[in-house]
């Protein structure tokens, strides 16, 4: 089955410092890979996408993404978290056989001060 | 714009009620899409809507019903809901057509948080 994990329920990290959210997938086929970002009672918004081409993808609010095919991982990365990036964050893949988006379960950031 | 509303934003129901959940997008979307969001579940497609007129079935389709209205509608309703419906419920809508099907970022609207008894 094609899948979609996030290994770490929430991330804590101090203001200034580098931040990493963990995404790693299963899918059969060229994956087509998302990031989406939600804050408390508000709906998701989109961060950035990997569709094909270069491995590190920008995004909003000073977000990347690296694609690694080989360790199939899509890790979200921001050089100096900011207390405002505290958020719930998803990974996404879109599912070959049904074409639809698969979500993971969603990493909570915590940035301190 | 407005982008994606949903209404109501809050909900209570008694179980065996039964409403309908009321969406829509005003960026002139092709597709939309309704989901559910539990905690440590992430989110569960319902249903999607390639195109006026067309509906599919997501990962968790039984005990809700769909209507593509128009192009800017897409409501969902509950004919007897039932205490496993308790859920926040997102409205989403994206540019994608069936022939570039999901690689286009969905926008979503604020929820809708429903609660049954």
């Known amino acids: 089955a094609q899948s979609v994990a996030q290994p770490e329920d929430q991330v804590n990290v101090a203001e200034g410092n580098p931040l990493t959210v963990k995404c790693t997938y299963s899918?059969?086929?060229?994956?087509?890979l998302f990031w989406y970002v939600q804050y408390p009672n508000r709906g998701l918004q989109f961060l950035l996408k990997?569709?094909?081409?270069?491995?590190l993808v920008k995004g909003s609010y000073g977000f990347e993404a690296e694609f690694n095919k080989s360790q199939t991982s899509f890790h979200l990365k921001k050089p100096s978290a900011l207390v405002s990036d505290s958020a719930l964050y998803f990974c996404?893949?879109?599912?070959?056989?049904?074409?639809?988006?698969?979500f993971g379960t969603g990493t909570r950031l915590q940035v301190f001060p | 714009n407005a982008g994606v509303t949903q209404t109501p934003k809050f909900q209570v129901l008694k179980t065996g009620q039964s409403m309908t959940l009321q969406c829509a997008q005003d960026?002139?979307?092709?597709?939309m899409y309704w989901y559910r969001q539990d905690p440590g579940m992430g989110l569960r497609l319902i249903y999607y809507?390639?195109?006026?007129?067309?509906?599919d079935k997501g990962e968790v389709p039984n005990g809700y019903n769909v209507s593509r209205l128009n192009k800017r509608e897409f409501s969902l309703r509950l004919e007897s809901a039932a205490p496993s419906q308790t859920s926040v419920y997102f409205c989403?809508?994206?540019?994608?057509?069936?022939?570039?099907?999901?690689?286009?970022?969905?926008?979503f609207g604020d929820g809708t948080r429903l609660s049954i008894l």
């Open positions: 989403a809508s994206s540019k994608d057509t069936r022939t570039a099907t999901h690689n286009q970022p969905q926008h």
């Open positions: 899918v059969s086929g060229n994956p087509y």
């Open positions: 990997y569709i094909t081409g270069d491995n």
């Open positions: 996404a893949v879109r599912d070959s056989n049904t074409d639809k988006l698969i």
């Open positions: 960026m002139n979307h092709n597709s």
């Open positions: 809507s390639a195109s006026e007129g067309t509906t």
